[in-house]
Structures are given as structure tokens and as C-alpha cells.
């Protein structure tokens, strides 16, 4: 009987806790407009975790050259995917926060969500300030990176830590690691597909690239987009020539995780005989620049361009209804 009343204790406990939830996401500059690029590029790229170079020989380069040449074309991209609400990974996040809010609310669960980016706004430290200005007995971030990695996850980790540092009474936490094997992610996954990809086509899984010498030095980022593809794959029945891992979006001169997109569709036809190709980034919680304008535009090009005949980019999982109970499923566990 004393265990009974316990447990009935502890669920009311749960049930009056107010929990605060954080989004988090790479990030967006304010504006497709260089002044506010290089703003942006500048935080993200004299990040350690992104570029781990000395800062004598890095922040030079990027000020004085980088910078001023990248922010320019940057934003010319940026202008072609931008919409009246602000850039794609805004819009779609602030649908997911809606959406999980939402969810929330109907479940009955006391939660406030909110959006931290690690890089621009709102950034991570507006959505800490918001959550302990409504008194949340406890914090739970959710990187939207499915797949571990340090340039990502631990990014988040290092800015949420950042928020922290002039607070005495720090709120109980708790931070979601990754979720790439995660069921209600794959079967999103694998629904996703089935809707969109026709029997003929090819389906290939491209991940953003990371340099080849992070791996070496212990990210095991490869690993888990490997298992991902893998547990989509078998889901799916596909044999070995009807799929393939790749990864994208590679920055500087060094080696990056291979096989490399663009490369494999430059070949993909010619090689292998590959007409018809079906696109997903798994990695993406949310269409953005690098799905939207590099997949859409540059690699459709890049693949037509080499006898290729049909080319379809299949949308990340964004506000879908499944997207949005994985990542309540997710948070409740942590309640």
C-alpha cells in the first residue's frame, strides 16, 4: 500500500512539473544580405567545434578574405530560397515548435517550447532566458541532428553550457544525444520514401560531409548515418544496387567523408547505368539552404547535366504529424 501511494506521488509530481523544452538547430542568418551573412558566418565559423584551426592562422583568412568573398555569394543563395516569413530553417521551426507545442497541450503535458539555434537567433540563450523567466522546473534540449556529431551536437551542447555560465542556480537538464536508430524516426523515414520514390528510381542517402580527419580523432558521425541508412534500407528491401550513402556540402581543401555527392552523380549514369534518382537527407530535420538550393538546384544540374533523366529530392520530415510525435516521444521519455 505505501508503494502504491509513492508511485500515485510521484505521477502527480510529473504531471505538476513545468517542463521547458529547446529546438535546437544550426541556425539562420536575419537577413539574405551580406552585412548580415558575414555576421553570421563569423560566429559559425570561428567555432572550434566547426573549424579547429589556431585562431592566428584562421581568423586572419576568414576576415580578410573568406568573409568578405562567401558572405557575397552566400547571400545570393540565400535570396533565392528566402520567404516573406525569413529563411526556410526559420519558417519550418517555428512550425515545429507550434506543432509540438500543440501536441503538448493536448496530451495534457505542462510544457513551453522553445527554438535555441547555436548560431544567430533566436539564439540559444534567448530561449534559456524565456524558459527560466516562466519558472521551468526543468530543461530538456533536443538537437534536431539525428545522427551524432561534434561539428553539430556537441556545438549545441558547448552553447547551451555557454547559457549557463552566469547562472548560480542552475535548472535540473537533460540533452538528447542523437536518435538515428530511433523507431518513430525510421519508420517517418520510411513512410516518407514510400510516398514520394517510384519503383525504377534509384535511391540515394546523402548526409552533410564532415573532414575525414575529425573522424581520425574520435566523431564517429560516419557510423551513424551507416546505421541509419542501413535500418531504412532493410525496412525497405532494397538490394545493394538500388541504394547508396554519400556524403555533401564540403568546405576548404582538406579531405572530407567520402564518397562525395556531387562526384557520385557526376558518374552515377555513366558507371552504373543510374537514370532515375530518388534524393533524401536523412540528417535534415528541417529543408533548408543545403537541401533546398545545393540538392534541388546544384545537384539536380550536376546529375541531368551526365545523361541523368529524372532526378526527385524526397523533403526532410519538417512539421510533419510523425516528425512531431518522434521528437514528443523523444522529450517525454526525459520527463
Known sequence: ?????????????????????????????????????????????????????????????????????????????????????????????????????????????????????????????????????????????????????????????????????????????????????????????????????KPDEFLLFSYHGIPLRYEQEGDYYREHCKQTTIAVVDRLGLKENQWQLCFQSRFGREEWLQPYTDHFLQNATKNQGIEKVAFICPGFSADCLETLEEIEVENREIFLHNGGKSFQYIPALNAEPAHIEMMAELIKKKI
Open 1 to 197: 500500500m505505501l508503494l502504491c501511494k509513492t508511485h500515485i506521488k510521484r505521477g502527480e509530481s510529473m504531471n505538476k512539473q513545468k517542463i521547458g523544452v529547446i529546438l535546437a538547430n544550426l541556425g539562420t542568418p536575419d537577413a539574405p544580405e551580406p552585412k548580415a551573412l558575414s555576421r553570421y558566418l563569423w560566429q559559425f565559423l570561428t567555432d572550434p567545434r566547426v573549424v579547429d584551426l589556431p585562431r592566428w592562422q584562421w581568423w586572419p583568412l576568414l576576415k580578410c578574405v573568406i568573409l568578405p568573398r562567401r558572405s557575397r555569394r552566400v547571400a545570393e543563395t540565400y535570396r533565392s530560397v528566402w520567404t516573406e516569413q525569413g529563411s526556410p530553417l526559420l519558417v519550418i521551426s517555428k512550425q515545429q515548435q507550434q506543432k509540438l507545442q500543440h501536441y503538448f497541450d493536448q496530451q495534457g503535458i505542462n510544457a513551453l517550447v522553445e527554438i535555441g539555434m547555436t548560431y544567430g537567433n533566436p539564439s540559444m540563450q534567448s530561449a534559456v532566458e524565456n524558459l527560466l523567466k516562466n519558472q521551468v522546473d526543468k530543461i530538456i534540449v533536443l538537437p534536431l541532428y539525428p545522427q551524432y556529431s561534434s561539428t553539430t551536437t556537441a556545438a549545441v551542447l558547448d552553447c547551451f553550457a555557454q547559457s549557463l555560465k552566469s547562472i548560480r542556480g542552475l535548472t535540473p537538464f537533460e540533452f538528447i544525444h542523437s536518435y538515428h536508430l530511433d523507431e518513430q524516426y525510421i519508420d517517418a523515414l520510411v513512410q516518407s520514401i514510400k510516398a514520394k520514390m
